[in-house]
């Protein structure tokens, strides 16, 4: 098995997913000859034509908009956002009409083939507008899907399964693994199952869950603590909407304990549902209260972002604070 | 590897002073080929429409504006929540739907029932949208007048203001790639060309060469904001010499120059691959909706004159002129057409509402575990209460409404 | 004391802050001389002149982005959002820009004088369009500040506040309670503090959360409760960002139940922000798990809008659930 | 009551057959000043320029040019993390500064230091932005090139493209409430002119009459995309005709049509309220940024072209020839420059960042208690863990490092 990058494991996704059908398109800014600023979309032009993978004029409602008309005449879109920070000027495009198209029609209507790609989160020094992680924005959607891969592997079977899912899909890219995120991945097509989260590791004291690049950062928390004798069983959400609440409340109810980390601010954050969900449903098993490890509640800083993440030293806290409690 | 076409060659300049456009450099004219008595202008180029389709756009004005009074009329009985009427407009909307293959994308913004009714969308259809019953296509989920027809190539409309005009040029551009020869039309208001979705579908629309039709219903109020503080132009037209776009202004309310722009704009979209943009001058001459009483914001004296450009008065006068139509036809025809809305309006109200599980269906492609829990978690409150919710409850297995079977879980319910 | 419903308790706010700074400006769509859908802005045109008062081209985005800029000159914007079903093609303006105007240039620039109002909120068979409560879209945002007022008293002290607090404030208005909810309300000037909670009924056994219109929904079911011979403690939380935890975390350490209603959809909306906050400092106290009745995870529906939405019947089965568990 | 201009007179109609105007009747010619030579081009009106002013303007573009170079070198030697060149440039924005009074208000997208460097913004203060220490304005706390300055009228760069056109449309409506007689100039990119927010800004600086510049820098790509994939029109200016807007399209290497061109419209700004177009053509003659390779894109032959056009050398043509400057001054003030700029750089990457209490102020005018709560806990474990976070570390008290009072609380830190 070739081991490759994230982004050269999305790039294989496109790619199955362009020459098996030939309504799927990729566009964006920048994204046509260049293939893209982070360059997901390198070749696609090239081998499938400017008809089906070309650049946009910079405007993420019109890129949203022109996707929304496609997929609902059938086409299947795969639209580019070059950096998550800019999905807001679109967000009317995919709150109120992506996202309710197929309802409000009562089903003549329904934009199940769009697939929204972005590069979101922080580590790379981009302050406020190269680092944001808009996830929960779109979590309070009933309608849309929210996909989020943790490494190669898991990048090319999602974004494969998104682009096919009958529902319209954001799927949020962890930009710092683009290529710090390296692995075999098939070269073959193949699928991961949007809506099911994934334990990645089985313990007895306490449920860590996490998506994107914070299962890295996860990982390296719990080393931490089996080291102090902490069993800890760690849990990738892969699908935060809608969300798979079975696995982790069965993790729960187990381990009696839950941290819950993202990099998004602490208010609001979708680390904020998972403990609200929690605590309903494993109330009597509780040993300790949900613990949220997030960014602050400011905008994402420069000079100062490895104060602001969440990385393994916070988390590794936050296990000893909820097993000690 | 495509460069820039002036990157190599400098622009042609000029010297002098500096010389700066004002905006107003180049008039754009209305076109026209109906005079107001019904007779068309010396030299008009009118389009070729043959008697049968010359009725058939009539009588699907006619439907419309007798279908807009009596829904209106009921909506001020209490019997409807809200209604919009198309009228003054009919010309602009029933003309250019006649112009298009009955194919080609429609997307409207909401007061464009006249293309519905042209297509054949029946009264009853009408009917149960308004009413949100069972038979709703939209399962009543939506507002009165948020009509969707999948079979007349209708797109089911959406409150939010210029959205559907990118999503036309995305629906454009795939028609294109499937090379159907079909084309999408786009209905907005010069209110909604305002949004910053307007920009981008008609940028968007030139750089990708979707065959799409802009077409503007100037109909001069936006709710009650006049033309002259949504724009400081003269009108919508000028904006597409800033796309490269092919234009023309028509006079809305003149049947004949709506339909034979339109056809010609279909053509250049369909051949060419080109959008266009029409900006069709009219005016709505009812309220807004029936939230709306204009007389807080223009005069009756505007209204009147107005009034008297009626486009169905219009039409109805070339007609007779032909002899493809009568006084005698247009009564009896008021009369059949005002019965059929009051019966089917009739039979609509009294079907009851989609079932309970429509709340959650559709949200999905499947509905997900969770939604399935919220709507059993309904489903028992409203067996508890059922008086409470008399809709939910109706479509519910009537004797089960004392079951002991009821959860205390409020999963979002 | 006059009696006067919420319209005009609002407009009368309008009319003492532009009577008394002439910095203060009110615009949106149909504002001017109509004074508003609504008429909340009835006669301020006339009052203050085309300049201050006026029509908008009917376009969000370019409403908040021209608030944004006058704010940042030093006049105070009041700008007006028709519905807040339409505020998302501003949500770039407000999110990336409003939010973090005074940070990202170290407080050399800011726009706290701007206040963006719109009414929201269901029951008025509005469908999913001229219903829905975005209050969460924008709590996970730092930087701006959300109040929502719950009677014509309230409206216009809050109102007043948020025009002269020096933070940006998106200010929404129950709009069923436009016409129907009429109090005394005084003629002269006066302001209720942002960022504080209000208990409006003192109670024992359980405490309840909601804001806006709900406040009306919580009495009736009190009212139910309190027959049961069960003790409810009220509390308004009027600002939902920044919120009023300690407020509500004192209530719930004497009572140890908490039930949180919105009308927004249920994952995602505030009530799971309240809930993970609680149980994480509430945890020993606690003796039934928050609980949530808010809306359901759809878009808002239009005919079966009764059974869609949080009422009084499932706010009292809540109150008896969380009494008895 | 304000109504409709055309709702009761009908618009002047025109019969024969529909014409649809095709997008580029109106050709806009650039308007150009001094030749590439150095020497005015006949007949052309160029703008009153005295010797001192003449050489502030060129030694604004001159240090912009030095500056630029040394920090994308430095940012080559991994000494900064990020770096964007007003290369090639300079011309457009000097010249538009400088034809403004110093105290309009300028917002700019983020390729114009140009504009700060001709105000007086220091060595040390684009240094401190740049290496975010703690005499950044800005507390560190955006990307480098994200300058703002209050004293100087040049409000703080902000990523999002296109958000600052409404913005500027509203300062300089304010301006105009306040009387002030001051105007607010507002640079983007033909890249950002693509945005709904540009569409926003004109428009309503039309209907409100807001004396505010809309300064297009047409530099021929946005990132790698040539405006042939941006617009299918002949670049920006011809949008003004959609507005009734004044425009004038110039060369924007051209330092003396620039000016005069600004100057102008200044003058329409401020005297008639009425908001103007100018679109600037140049060419970005460096990368896009440091995280950018144009060869990816474009041909050296085509940048090669460019180089030729550089507007720096144009002007210095001018100056010698007006014996305004000379070789052998422009020698010793490069060398003056880079000594600075590398002295500066020195001085700035050495000081500290922001202390740790930056993080959470500012987010609202007061500190909340829940922002205070995350900052305390923040404060705690940095001071458990110092050597995992030595920035946030060397702010606080040095002989905290291993104290006892340590709290587990996680809240948000
Ligand atoms: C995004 C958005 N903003 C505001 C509204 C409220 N609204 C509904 S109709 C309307 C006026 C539209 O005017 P115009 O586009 O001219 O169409 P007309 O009603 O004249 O046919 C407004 C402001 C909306 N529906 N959507
Ligand atoms: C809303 C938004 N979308 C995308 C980007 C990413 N981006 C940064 S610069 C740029 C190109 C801008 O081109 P142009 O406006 O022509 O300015 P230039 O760089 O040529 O000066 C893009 C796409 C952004 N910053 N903001
Ligand atoms: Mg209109
Ligand atoms: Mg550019």
Known sequence: ?325 | MTTRPDSTTPPAPMSGTPEFLAGDEYQIPTWCVLGEDGRPLEGAQAPDIERDKARRIYEAMLATRVMDERMMAAQRQGRLSFYMQCTGEEAAVVGATAALDDADMIMAQYREQGALVYRGFSFDEFMNQMFGNELDYGKGRQMPVHYGSRKLHYMTISSPLGTQIPQATGYAYGQKLAGNGLCTLVFFGEGAASEGDFHAALNMAAVHEAPVIFFCRNNGYAISTPTVEQFAADGVAPRALGYRMHVIRIDGNDILAVYRATEEARRIAVEHNKPVLIEAMTYRLAAHSSSDDPSGYRSRKEEEAWREKDPILRMKRWLIERDWWSDDEENTRQDELRREVLETMKRAEKRPPSDLGTLVSDVYADVTPALQRQLDALTAHVRRYPDAYPRGASSLDPDVKNSADVTTDQGGA
């Open chain 1, 1 to 325: 098995m070739p081991n490759m990058n994230m982004l050269q494991a999305i790039n294989q996704a496109l790619d199955i997913a362009m020459a098996e059908d030939d309504k799927v398109l990729c566009f964006g800014e920048d994204v046509g000859s260049f293939g893209g600023v982070f360059r997901a979309t390198s070749h696609l032009q090239e081998k499938y034509g400017h008809a089906r993978c070309f650049n946009t004029p910079i405007v993420e409602q019109g890129i949203v908009g022109f996707a929304n008309g496609l997929a609902s005449q059938g086409s299947v879109p795969v639209a580019e956002i070059q950096f998550a920070d800019y999905i807001f000027p679109a967000f009317d495009q995919l709150v109120n009409e992506t996202a309710k198209f197929r309802y409000r029609s009562g089903d003549l209507f329904n934009v199940g083939g769009l697939t929204l790609r972005a590069p979101y989160g922080g580590g790379i020094a981009g302050g406020h507008y190269h680092s944001q992680s808009p996830e929960a924005y779109f979590a309070h959607t009933p309608g849309l899907k929210i996909v989020i891969p943790r490494n190669p592997y898991e990048a090319k079977g999602l974004l494969l399964a998104s682009i096919r899912d009958p529902d319209p899909v954001l799927f949020f890219e962890p930009k710092r693994l683009y290529r710090a995120s390296t692995g075999e991945v098939p070269e073959e097509d193949y699928q991961l199952p949007l809506g099911e989260a994934a334990v990645t590791r089985e313990g007895s004291d306490v449920t860590l869950v996490g998506w994107g690049a914070q299962m890295e950062v996860i990982e390296r928390a719990v080393e931490l603590a089996e080291k102090d004798g902490i069993s800890c069983e760690v849990i990738d959400l892969r699908t935060i909407l809608p969300w798979d609440e079975d696995t982790i409340v069965d993790s729960v109810l187990k381990t009696g304990r839950l941290v819950v980390t993202h990099e998004a601010p602490r208010t609001g954050g979708f680390a904020g549902e998972i403990a609200a969900t929690v605590q309903e449903r494993c109330f009597l098993y509780l040993e300790s209260p949900v613990m949220r490890v997030t960014g602050l509640d400011t905008p994402f800083p420069q000079t100062l972002e490895k104060e602001y993440l969440p990385d393994h030293l916070k988390i590794h806290e936050a296990i000893r604070a909820s097993v000690n409690f």
